[in-house]
Structure formats: structure tokens, C-alpha cells
């Protein structure tokens, strides 16, 4: 597509449920990274895809976050047993080389 | 880990005005880039810089990636209204993870 596509666009989800996003990257990209934004903060990177090679996980915050990126297509980031400091925006970027990222408009997660 | 410290937090300026933001790093990047973010919004990238003492223009934004590799500023010349958002330098060490700043909040008043 033309852009990041990120889905859903809100996401209100009761304490303790599983929750799943999902990101589709520009076609050709072969970078996607996950950001996550709290109310009024900066950017904190979560995990980075780079073609084949095994994910950069270092920002994950707990064993509770995971993802997953079948080769250069969709990405979804997980998150069980959701707590209240998960509530974010969470923002999925592609980008093909150095040139800068590509960011969709993001996931709004309430947990309530 | 790396941080980047941006500054101001917030500014106010007149339309018409100029205005400049910057950010500095206690470690070395060999790319920086600036972002805008509009509300409900994901970031979109404003200017990348590759080179150390680069000076990179965009219509009225001007950034430049310092010579020490550790700092970048972004202005904006004869700002209007629509320039109202958050801006965010980001530094990376390869075309991988970005560390962002914490953003500048701009408002403009007409």
C-alpha cells in the first residue's frame, strides 16, 4: 500500500485480556519497527525486523509483549494479560533504507 | 542507554516568527532526523541528515547534523499557523532503531 497501515486504530480492552496489533508496512520495506508512545511522551522503542535476520527485542518491556513478522509483511505485536501502564499509543514504522521511517497513525490501547 | 535530551519542551511564538529547536546527545549518532507529529497522528519526517556538518533544507525548515555528530537543531523561518504541532529529533547509529527526543510542542499564534 501506500502506507503504514496499523489496525484497529483504538483499542479499548478490559485489564488482564490479551490484546493483538497489527501492522502492515509499505510493500518493498524491508525494516518495521515498533514504537511505543505514553500521553505526552516521546517515542520508546520496543522491537525492530530487519529482513530474515532475528528481531531486536531489547526494548520489549516485559515477557508479557511479543511479535512477529512473517518475512517482509504484516507484523502483529501481542500483549497479555494487559495491564493499566500499557495504555499507549503504539506506532509501527517501515522504512527500506537509512532514509527515515514510515509511521502509521498508530494503535490507541485503553486498558481499562 | 542513549538519550536525547530536546529542548524547549514547549514554545510560543507570533506567525511570522522564526523559531529553533535542538537536541544533544552524550553519545555520537551518524543520522538524525526531525519529525512532526500532528494530534492522532504517527510522526512524518521533516529532514534527514547523513553528515556530520550537513545543513539540509525543506521549504522554510532548516536542520543541521553537528560537527560533533552529538547534536542537531532544527528552524523554522516565518512560522504560520499549520506549523502547530510536536516536533521530535530522533539520532541513529545505523538505518536500525531510532532513539527519539521528547518532543517540542509549538504553538503558533496568528
Known amino acids: 500500500g501506500a502506507g503504514v497501515s496499523q489496525s484497529p486504530s483504538n483499542k479499548v480492552t478490559e485489564k488482564g485480556k490479551d490484546v493483538e496489533l497489527r501492522c502492515d508496512p509499505i510493500?518493498?520495506?524491508?525494516?518495521l519497527y515498533w514504537y511505543r508512545q505514553r500521553l505526552g511522551q516521546g517515542l520508546e522503542f520496543l522491537i525492530y525486523?530487519?529482513?530474515?535476520?532475528?528481531?531486536?527485542k531489547s526494548g520489549l518491556p516485559s515477557d508479557r509483549f511479543s511479535a512477529e513478522r512473517t518475512g517482509e509483511s504484516v507484523s502483529t505485536l501481542t500483549i497479555q494479560r494487559t495491564q493499566q501502564e500499557d495504555s499507549a499509543v503504539y506506532l509501527c514504522?517501515?522504512?527500506?533504507?537509512?532514509?527515515?521511517?514510515?509511521f502509521g497513525s498508530g494503535t490507541r490501547l485503553t486498558v481499562v | 542507554g542513549q538519550q536525547l535530551n530536546q529542548s524547549p519542551q514547549s514554545m510560543f511564538t507570533q506567525e511570522g516568527e522564526d523559531v529553533s529547536m535542538n537536541c544533544t546527545s552524550s553519545?555520537?549518532?551518524?543520522?538524525w532526523l526531525w519529525y512532526k507529529q500532528d494530534p492522532g497522528e504517527g510522526p512524518v519526517l521533516l529532514i534527514a541528515?547523513?553528515?556530520?556538518?550537513e545543513l539540509t533544507s525543506n521549504g522554510r525548515l532548516t536542520a543541521q547534523f553537528g560537527i560533533t555528530r552529538k547534536d542537531s537543531f532544527l528552524n523554522i523561518s516565518a512560522s504560520i499557523p499549520s506549523d502547530v504541532g510536536i516536533y521530535f529529533c530522533?539520532?541513529?547509529?545505523?538505518?536500525?532503531?531510532?532513539?527519539f527526543g521528547q518532543g517540542t510542542i509549538l504553538t503558533v499564534h496568528p
Open positions: 510493500s518493498g520495506h524491508t525494516a
Open positions: 525486523f530487519q529482513g530474515n535476520s532475528a528481531p531486536d
Open positions: 530522533a539520532g541513529g547509529t545505523s538505518y536500525g532503531k531510532l532513539t
Open positions: 514504522a517501515s522504512s527500506r533504507d537509512r532514509g527515515g521511517y514510515t
Open positions: 541528515l547523513y553528515k556530520a556538518g
Open positions: 553519545s555520537i549518532f551518524n543520522t
